[in-house]
T-cell receptor
């Protein structure tokens, strides 16, 4: 399973766009990139997944570099409900494992 | 969206007692998981379960831990006997098990306090 590296924390003002980066230099060709977030006192929630290029849904967008070693989760117009820990996870079929391995994630906070 | 329900939301027990945490996974999901999270720390994988069997387990899944899902009922995590270090929030998750292997649905957790 590819290891991921994220910034430990980020801050922004309400209404700004926030970009959370994730490095996965050893990503395998069979692996996908998943993003989850966890707000206090709740379980992680799936946000978005991608394999290459650009993916967008109603919550966020995901840009994946051409070599797939870096991905960036973009949250438009952040509000209080976006304050959470964001996890980037790389996994896929053929890894021999069906588990998700969570790192320390990126803690995103709003600047008062 | 699909929801995973966990019961109880919080349980306080004395060390050495048995505890059973219950999980009602998303209907038609085939894979089930338990994770452990100590306050302020990372989510740690415990075990996953498919077709009535444990598929993978981590070192945290001690001999005192067991999981089962009798037909059509809750997916349970039993700890017997409990220890102080078992105090944590336990999250259950489920996934369809086919295709999108990385998309899990998590419950809101069961907080276990061992005194």
């Amino acid at each position: 399973l590819a290891k991921t590296t994220q910034p430990p924390s980020m801050e922004a003002y309400e209404g700004q766009e926030v970009n959370v980066s994730c490095s996965h230099t050893n990503i395998a060709t069979s692996e996908y990139i998943y993003w989850y977030r966890q707000v206090p006192h709740q379980g992680p929630q799936f946000i978005i997944q991608g394999y290459k290029d650009y993916v967008v849904n109603e919550v966020a967008s995901l840009f994946i570099s051409a070599d797939r070693k870096l991905s960036t989760l973009s949250l438009p117009w952040v509000s209080l409900r976006d304050a959470a820990v964001y996890y980037c996870i790389v996994t896929g079929p053929g890894t021999g494992s069906n588990r998700l391995t969570f790192g320390k994630g990126t803690k995103f906070s709003l600047i008062p | 969206g699909p929801k995973v329900l966990q019961i109880p939301s919080h349980q306080i027990i004395d060390m050495g007692q048995m505890v059973t945490l219950n999980c009602d996974p998303v209907s038609n999901h085939l894979y089930f998981y338990w994770y452990k999270q100590i306050l302020g720390q990372q989510m740690e994988f415990l075990v996953n379960f498919y077709n009535g069997k444990v598929m993978e387990k981590s070192k945290l899944f001690k001999d005192q831990f067991s999981v089962e899902r009798p037909d059509g009922s809750y997916f349970t995590l039993k700890i017997q006997p409990t220890a102080l270090e078992d105090s944590a929030v336990y999250f259950c998750a489920s996934s369809p098990g086919t295709g999108n292997t990385g998309q899990l649905y998590f419950g809101e957790g069961s907080k276990l306090t061992v005194l």
